[in-house]
């Protein structure tokens, strides 16, 4: 079937990296966009089939008697429903590992969050200076408001504006997202 060859090419291609990286976050996250795509990609199909043959001429459609034409579609009914039946096994294998690997960041987070927590504010702010600044927003909008605050005055000003200014910037997404 093409549907189930797009799959296998779609699933052998995404390879997981490391646990707990950036990359398998995004490589779960487009696992699932190509396990849509081809659940999507199935209806499309099935519906050109149907409409294809609904736009034969009825002398076309005649040629085979009811009963095998019935049981053509019948028998492609029931590969389809199987199809679905396994994509949407598949979903909820994603969104099981999905779910696993967002515990794993999150507690990931969280153990890097309390390491400078632990670390006096002048050497927590270099360490912080040193990274990306996306990098550097996530573990300061992990820590407490009152330990980021003393990291942020240790920052160098233009430094310490940027990283504020993202860390609004976030915040604002974060609440427009939940707000919907």
């Known amino acids: 079937m093409l549907l189930q060859d797009i799959i296998e090419r779609k699933v052998a291609s995404s390879q997981r990296p490391a646990a ?3 990359e398998q976050v995004t490589s ?10 081809l659940l999507i990609t199935g209806y499309l199909l099935l519906a050109t089939g149907y409409f294809s043959y609904a736009q034969q001429p009825a002398a076309q459609q005649r040629s085979l ?4 034409e019935e049981e053509r579609l019948t028998i492609l009914k029931a590969d389809i429903k199987k199809e679905i039946e396994r994509l949407e096994k598949l979903k909820k294998e994603i969104e099981e590992v999905q779910k696993a690997l967002d515990i794993k960041i999150q507690e990931g ?4 969050a309390k390491m400078y927590e632990a670390m006096p504010a002048e050497e ?9 600044e996306d990098v550097a927003v996530i573990i300061l909008n992990s820590l407490k408001p009152k330990t980021a605050g003393k990291i942020l005055a240790q920052m160098e000003n233009d430094k310490a504006a940027s990283l504020s200014k993202k860390i609004l910037i976030k915040g604002k997404v974060l609440q427009e997202k939940t707000s919907r």
């Open 20 to 22: 707990g990286s950036q």
């Open 28 to 37: 779960g996250h487009e696992l699932y966009k190509a396990f849509l795509f």
């Open 65 to 68: 008697p009811a009963s095998l």
């Open 109 to 112: 987070l969280l153990k890097v």
């Open 124 to 132: 927590a702010a270099r360490k912080l200076e040193k990274l990306d």
